[in-house]
């Protein structure tokens, strides 16, 4: 059955290569999420307060909620505040972002268990999904359209889950 999870861990053009290579996502769309407003731009959104996010859309029955959040996990730095590898300012913080209240309570547990076995305290926020703005066409499979293009994530190291 398909669902859907919105993750925001910084340059989205990463996390959209990283997911979109993942068995069981079957899209991936680059957006803005959870801003001030119901419209943004690339160029705005300093503005606007919207974070770079992308739209997973996966078969449950393929991979779970819980595996796609390892590999979310596994990808950012969970104690950051606002930045993710050279990428700083409010745009590239960290999120969890979904429609379902279902989604948010499987979230929240999972970053409960994993801030047991942390010293740091995660700073990934977990809220319901609101301002979504798909991105400009450009930044869509960005990085498959520009190989070499910037990345902050280790496209090739998956962990086993």
């Given amino acids: 059955m ?17 997911f979109s290579s993942i068995k ?9 999420a959870n801003g001030k407003t119901n419209k943004t731009y690339y160029e705005n959104l300093k503005t606007t307060d919207h974070a770079e996010t992308v739209k997973i859309t996966y078969d ?12 979310f996990y596994y990808i950012v730095d969970p104690f950051s505040i606002d930045k993710q590898g050279n990428d700083r300012g409010r745009q590239y913080r960290t999120g969890i972002y979904a429609e379902d209240e279902e989604t948010l ?9 994993k801030q047991k076995n942390e010293k740091e305290k995660i700073q990934i926020q977990v809220e319901k999904l609101k301002n979504y703005v798909k991105a400009e066409e ?17 496209l090739s190291d998956k962990p086993k889950i």
């Fill in 105 to 113: 309570q499987i979230a929240r547990k999972f970053l409960e268990d």
């Fill in 60 to 71: 449950n029955e393929l991979i779970s909620l819980k595996e796609i959040l390892e590999y």
């Fill in 138 to 154: 450009y930044h869509q499979d960005y990085l498959k359209k520009n190989p070499l293009g910037y990345c902050h994530i280790n």
């Fill in 24 to 32: 069981g996502v079957l899209e991936t769309e680059t957006a803005y």
């Fill in 2 to 18: 398909k669902k859907i999870i919105y993750l925001a861990g910084g340059c989205f053009w990463g996390v959209d290569a990283y």
